[in-house]
């Protein structure tokens, strides 16, 4: 697409030679306006955009020079060159305080401004070319900051208010949003999805990682505004950013959904089942959203490829309510190596089988597989079992066998996690050590969350649980406050420019690093800096 030229003078003469002499077309170019003064040339200005100005100084009604004070003053971002047939040093330091190209002397040499105009030109494409890429990098750090403040507040790690300080800038539209809510899941029990466990934790990886981007692409296809945040091994879940004035259309959601689950197949060769909530769920509610999808994928039996929940055709019990509610706290009991609440949640577990008549028990028996499934998953995410452990446990699970069986099941898993607890626990705390000391080190780059629990050896469930554990807060809540923290004693004591700073603590773009800064002190880095360092 051509450049605008405005060619401004008050010698029509001039502009006409200007217009046939001048290569514009070869130069990219097109002379969009021509203006007889400076008052002209402001009223073309508000109606075009234009990329080049070549400016007299000496006009009529308002000179070259005026003109340009009341474009910079405007915020216009064109470059301009000036032309004059006055050789006076004073002009020329007038035009370059304007920020003004370039300055050529009439009679205008034209190969000479044809030559600078190429020249400025060169420049100003190159400078819109970074500037595109680095709002492009701007972009995916923010869609990227984004998925991992959703992914804290899916599983409830974090909470969503006007205090909370990450919800700054871009983030801050999360609060106003509203999302089509849909949980992908892979169903381990399937004889399809076998090889699936055997896998190693690299071939795992790739596979979800492949997963991920086979989403992303077809969403982005769909030109949808989106997120795919991977919950655990095989689950995912996809946001769909919805206008406010839209209507809540399921048909069109389960068209979209059929979609994405070809795409994974067709790509991945695994096929996944879907969880649809509802109704739009805003960002407060997203977390009670996903307990409510995956609490009725884990307790319907059979599965539809793709559901809606919660099921207005299969209403909960109280009874399989209750179920589902204690094996949860069991899970979490186990996840937090509380042995104590285990026993008590399997106590109280058995003792509701055993209050059951038997139509009840054989309604509860495919939930209790479900939910020993949802355990071994669980405890997958933190390699609570050799490997030899976990085989033994599938092989038993993949054999049909009754309610004493599956508490059975769910005995040895939380006793061998129980054995395991006191040296899981000083595991764990050397781990979370060793991630405090790699992020300190790392700060000053693009830290993922799935990097560091490489780098301890955990999946990114298990490490996020561990992380907001272990230091009371988010993997992104600590690594931002950190890096404020260290961007607050830089602009206290050092001289560095704020440019310089927001890059040596992992910010690559000033004004977002500006954005986060403001949000969490209440002040500009400039201000800031003021307040710490009084002039003398």
């Known amino acids: 697409m051509a450049?605008?030229?405005?060619?401004?003078?008050?010698?029509?003469?001039?502009?006409?030679?200007?217009?046939?002499?001048?290569?514009?077309?070869?130069?990219g170019l097109t002379v969009a306006g021509v203006a007889k003064n400076g008052v002209e040339a402001l009223e073309l200005m508000d109606q075009i955009s234009f990329d080049l100005l070549l400016c007299d100084i000496r006009m009529p009604v308002m000179d070259g020079l005026?003109?340009?004070?009341?474009?910079?003053?405007?915020g216009l971002s064109c470059d301009i060159i000036m032309l004059s047939g006055y050789q006076d040093f004073t002009y020329t330091r007038a035009a370059i305080q304007y920020g003004v190209k370039d300055y050529v002397l009439k009679p205008i040499p034209y190969d000479e401004l044809t030559g600078v105009i190429a020249r400025i030109?060169?420049?100003?494409?190159?400078?819109?070319?970074?500037?595109q890429e680095e709002k492009q990098k701007l972009g995916r750090m923010i869609?990227?900051?984004?998925?991992k403040i959703l992914y804290d507040i899916i599983m409830d790690y974090t909470e969503v208010s006007g205090a909370n300080w990450l919800l700054t800038g871009d983030e801050q539209q999360l609060k106003e949003q509203q999302f089509v809510f849909i949980v992908l899941d892979l169903d381990v029990s399937s004889?399809?999805?076998?090889?699936?466990?055997?896998?190693?934790?690299?071939?795992?990886?790739?596979?979800?990682?492949?997963?991920?981007?086979?989403?992303?692409?077809?969403?982005m296809q769909n030109g949808h505004h989106h997120a795919v945040i991977q919950i655990r091994d095989g689950e995912w879940c996809v946001l769909l950013e919805m206008d406010k004035t839209a209507a809540f259309d399921i048909l069109l959601i389960q068209e979209w959904t059929t979609s994405l689950l070809t795409e994974v197949k067709n790509h991945v060769k695994l096929s996944l089942f879907a969880g649809i909530y509802r109704e739009f769920v805003s960002v407060s509610n997203l977390a009670a959203a996903y307990k409510q999808v995956q609490q009725g994928?884990?307790?319907?039996?059979?599965?539809d490829n793709i559901a809606v929940y919660p099921s207005e055709r299969l209403k909960t019990s109280q009874a399989d309510q209750a179920f589902w509610d204690t094996a949860e706290k069991i899970v979490g009991a186990v996840k937090n190596g509380d042995t104590l609440a285990v026993d008590i949640e399997l106590h109280s577990i058995t003792k509701q089988l055993q209050q059951m008549n038997e139509p009840s028990l054989n309604r509860v028996k495919p939930l209790l597989h479900f939910f020993v499934l949802h355990l071994m998953r669980e405890m997958k995410e933190m390699r609570a079992f050799s490997k030899e452990q976990e085989e033994m446990l599938w092989r038993r699970l993949d054999s049909r066998f009754g309610i004493?069986?599956?508490?059975?099941?769910?005995r040895q898993v939380t006793n061998t996690v129980a054995e395991k607890s006191m040296d899981k626990k000083k595991q764990s705390e050397r781990s979370m050590i060793e991630a405090k000391a790699y992020l300190d080190r790392n700060l000053y780059r693009d830290l993922s969350v799935e990097e560091t629990a490489s780098h301890v050896s955990l999946s990114t469930s298990y490490f996020s649980l561990l992380f907001k554990q272990t230091f009371g807060e988010t993997f992104i809540e600590?690594?931002?406050?950190?890096?404020?923290?260290?961007?607050?004693?830089?602009?206290?004591?050092?001289l560095k420019s704020v440019a310089q700073i927001a890059k040596e603590v992992g910010y690559a773009e000033r004004r977002y690093f500006t954005k986060v800064f403001m949000k969490y002190t209440g002040d500009k880095p400039t201000d800031y800096r003021s307040k710490c360092q009084p002039p003398s």
């Open 66 to 74: 005026e003109l340009v004070r009341h474009i910079r003053d405007k």
């Open 121 to 131: 030109m060169v420049n100003q494409r190159s400078k819109q070319k970074l500037l």
């Open 3 to 27: 450049g605008n030229v405005l060619l401004v003078d008050d010698e029509a003469h001039i502009t006409r030679n200007l217009e046939k002499v001048i290569p514009w077309e070869m130069l």
């Open 191 to 219: 004889e399809k999805t076998k090889d699936w466990r055997d896998w190693s934790d690299k071939e795992r990886k790739l596979w979800n990682f492949a997963v991920c981007n086979v989403l992303r692409e077809k969403l």
């Open 404 to 410: 004493k069986d599956l508490l059975s099941v769910i």
């Open 143 to 147: 869609n990227l900051a984004s998925e």
């Open 297 to 303: 994928m884990q307790l319907t039996p059979v599965h």
């Open 478 to 494: 600590y690594i931002t406050r950190q890096r404020m923290e260290r961007a607050k004693a830089m602009l206290a004591t050092s």
